[in-house]
């Protein structure tokens, strides 16, 4: 029993990283994803709860981030980091949701933490 616990908190922590996909099919799916996950699963599990946080905090972090390069880009500068920014959401993402999955804490860097 606590073996399956162990891996049902494991898939949770993973699908509080990778849930930001939602985001290519629903608006705001990014932060709405790992926000339900935290919300639902905070009382039960401290290690979805920490996932969940981690993630919500990264993406309203991009998103931060995204809206000052677009803002740039306006002025033509801001293009490249545009994409630095979409390509290193999705490396760090995938990232994070193997290591949720090992059982291991993971922690974006660059990130604001406004949910702790």
Known sequence: MTEQLRKEEKTWGMLAHLGIFSGH???FGNIIAPLVI??????ESDYV????????NFQISIAIYM???VILALLL??????AVLWVSNLVLVVIAGIKANEGELYRYPFTIRFVK
């Open 25 to 27: 099919f629903i608006p």
């Open 38 to 43: 935290w919300m639902v699963k905070k009382d």
């Open 49 to 56: 709860a920490y996932h969940g946080k981690e993630s919500l």
């Open 67 to 69: 809206i000052v390069s």
């Open 77 to 82: 500068v801001g293009f490249i980091l545009v």
